[in-house]
């Protein structure tokens, strides 16, 4: 096996969301996936494997500190740049196609940045009260300020608050501790000054329940975009920045096609690359 360390959505170097790409995980139990996971002790891990649909190139697993996820967006465009420094090739010129617990997610190469295609929201519509208070009381934010809530799970089960500006955004004070699973995330507008137009932040639970915040998320700003293009909030393409607060300096990019397609790119670089990985574990 052999372990490549990527930079995900970064701004500049070293600056966005940190993945590690195992390739060669065959033979590797889903308990194995996770020590590994918990020890190298980033938001995710990805594992590459021969795809088992025909019309993928590669199979990919995603773990996080408390588990396996279905899809994530940083692991996404991280393993497909791992896969192809590692000279992959996709079967379909100009269009790699992964294989996850979702299905298939198409990832393209363009601009210098890698983009993939943001999968349909599972769960949309406003947050019941319940939800809505709990997911305040999670993020840590005045009432006052909270424009909306809804839901917006694509595979994680975001829970987002639209908030009033940036400002309340930054000044979210997230509670320590949250139940197993809890992904929720705040949104807010940036002052039009031709940077990011849009400021998020991400919170996930590990497993010892510890409520943690996440660098830069692919799934949330595919989640997000899909809200804001349907609401009319925004139209054709903006950029998102995400992880401030955790020292990153994450840029997004979100567009939406003529078809109603919403593709979400962003930077990617290798950091180490071909480190040789022993068994077993």
């Known amino acids: 096996m052999q372990l490549d360390l990527v930079d995900v959505f970064a701004a500049g170097p070293l600056t966005g969301n940190p993945l590690a790409v195992v390739h060669g995980g065959e033979g590797l139990e889903a308990a194995d996936m996770l020590r590994i996971t918990r020890w190298l002790g980033f938001s995710e891990t990805t594992f590459l494997l021969p795809p088992t649909d025909p019309g993928a190139d590669y199979r990919v697993r995603i ?56 999968p349909p929201l599972l769960r949309s519509g406003a947050l019941d009260p319940a939800d809505l208070a709990e997911t305040i009381r999670l993020c840590g934010v005045n009432e006052r300020d909270v424009v909306a809530g809804v839901h917006a799970a694509n595979g994680p089960g975001w829970k987002v608050l639209h908030m009033a500006s940036d400002d309340a955004v930054l000044a ?76 990153a300096d994450g840029y997004v990019h979100c567009r939406q ?19 040789a990985m022993p068994r077993p574990f």
Request: hydrophobic share 45%.
């Open 63 to 118: 773990f996080y500190p408390a588990g396996e996820l279905p899809f994530a967006g940083h692991p996404t465009l991280g393993t497909a740049h791992a896969w192809l420094s590692a000279g992959g090739v996709p079967k379909q010129a100009g269009t790699i196609v992964q294989e996850c617990g979702i299905g298939l997610v198409d990832v393209r190469q363009e601009s210098g940045m890698l983009a993939f295609r943001a």
């Open 257 to 275: 096609d003529t078809d109603g397609a919403i593709w979400i790119a962003g930077k990617v670089a290798t950091v180490s690359a071909g480190g």
């Open 172 to 247: 979210a004070e997230p509670a320590a501790r949250a139940p197993l699973h809890t992904d929720v995330a705040l949104l807010g507008p940036r002052a039009a000054d031709g940077g990011p137009q849009w400021e998020l932040r991400a919170f996930f639970a590990d497993a010892s329940g510890r409520l943690c915040e996440d660098p830069v998320t692919g799934s949330l700003n595919a989640a997000v975009a899909q809200y804001l293009f349907a609401g009319g909030l925004a139209n054709g393409a903006y950029v998102a920045a995400q992880g401030r607060m955790t020292g």
